[in-house]
């Protein structure tokens, strides 16, 4: 009698088991945008290199706005990331991102500071002078709201094939 009373409990609970009804699946996701690209410079020796700059906190850009910086070796790339941090104006050690300069490249660039909620840099135009060995880049800084936020916004370019050249970059506000 118990055998059979085990019996039946396994059948019937086989039978809930396999009652037809599916365990709810999952929503599929979709799959996510992939980020806005950085956009196109207009020489093919300019490249987007603001990622280098991920590290330094806001206080010691913000301090530096306006200031060019034209680093053109890995010891200048450490002497600047040394002042970053002997200025006591970060919380903790800035990160340092690596950038190869062994293959001639060079990073350029600057931090504009402005009030708004949200900032960008447009560049307006490269000119490359060989005789003169330079080249100068023109920037719009802008910014867009009426939100009470101080904002920096980096603009960093590597360069290459230029490594002893006279950079000049030169930014107007919006505003101006």
Known sequence: MR???IALCLLLLTGCYLSGDLPP???ILSTPEPPTAAPTLPAAYLHDAAETMRGICFEAAYDAAGQVFVLRSSGDYIAFY???DHSELCSRPVERVPFDFSNGSMLAGLWSAGTGCTAHHDIQSVSRDDAARSITIDVQFSTDGDCPYELVRPFWLALDG?????IDIRVTSATD
């Open 3 to 5: 055998r059979g009373l």
């Open 25 to 27: 699946t999952l929503p």
């Open 162 to 166: 230029v490594p002893d050249y006279a």
């Open 82 to 84: 040394d002042l970053a």
